[in-house]
């Protein structure tokens, strides 16, 4: 079993919908979480940047911790064609004093005008 | 600002030969990554290296290797290629300075196909 499961798609939407990602994990020592945005043929981006439980919120995008359900979200508001992409959810443990990144599989999101 | 900056961008080798891949950090960034990313796949983490010494490695064999020089750039090594290292390889560039996680800004990549 993988330390991060992610469903790999393609999700597609319609522009202006909601877009909704979630990962799960194993790993009850994670404590950041972090969303990366890549586009084909590029590399990663990160989006959002959260420590432990809770909620953040950056213009459109939503990022969600709960980690009793070892559960995290991604929401995108009001999608756009540029917000197709694949989304790569990543996270690390405290104790990992050198912060290497776990990343799930990436899922392909698909806003169609 | 440049940000990462890596080459090759594309690089075609054959089975056993090796391949030197090379990576400068964002300026102002002293700690390198490098993650392999399989088609389809997320990153894997190879190894990171922190004031000129590998710090830490993830579950890759001794083939894969690195270096960091005094400017902070590295590069990374991969000697008796297989098929499988077929891969982009990805350079991250992060503050080690920094609390918190390690938050990473990637390069491009460098897309290597071994046939």
């Known amino acids: 079993q993988k330390e991060v499961e992610q469903d790999p798609g393609p999700l597609s939407v319609p522009e202006g919908a909601i877009v909704s990602l979630n990962c799960t994990y194993s790993n009850s020592a994670f404590q950041y979480f972090m969303w990366y945005r890549q586009y084909s043929r590029k590399g990663p981006e990160l989006l959002m940047y959260t420590y432990s439980s809770g909620n953040k919120e950056d213009g459109r995008f939503t990022a969600q911790v709960d980690k009793s359900s070892k559960y995290i979200s991604l929401f995108i508001r009001d999608s756009q064609p540029s917000d197709s992409a694949t989304y790569l959810c990543a996270m690390s443990a405290i104790t990992d004093s050198w912060g290497k990144l776990q990343f799930g599989a990436g899922t392909q999101v698909v806003v169609t005008p | 600002d440049a940000g990462v900056t890596q080459s090759p961008t594309h690089l075609i080798k054959t089975r056993g030969q090796q391949v030197t891949l090379r990576c400068s950090p964002k300026?102002?960034?002293?700690?390198v990554s490098w993650y392999q990313q399989a088609l389809g796949q997320g990153p894997q983490f190879i190894f990171q290296?922190?004031?000129?010494?590998?710090?830490q490695r993830g579950n890759f064999p001794d083939r894969f290797s690195g270096h960091q020089f005094p400017n902070y750039s590295s590069e990374l090594n991969v000697n008796a290629l297989l098929l499988g290292d077929s891969a982009l390889y990805l350079c991250a560039s992060s503050v080690r300075a920094n609390s918190g996680a390690n938050v990473l800004t990637f390069g491009a990549g460098s897309r290597l196909t071994v046939l």
């Open positions: 300026s102002g960034h002293d700690t």
């Open positions: 290296y922190y004031e000129e010494e590998e710090r």
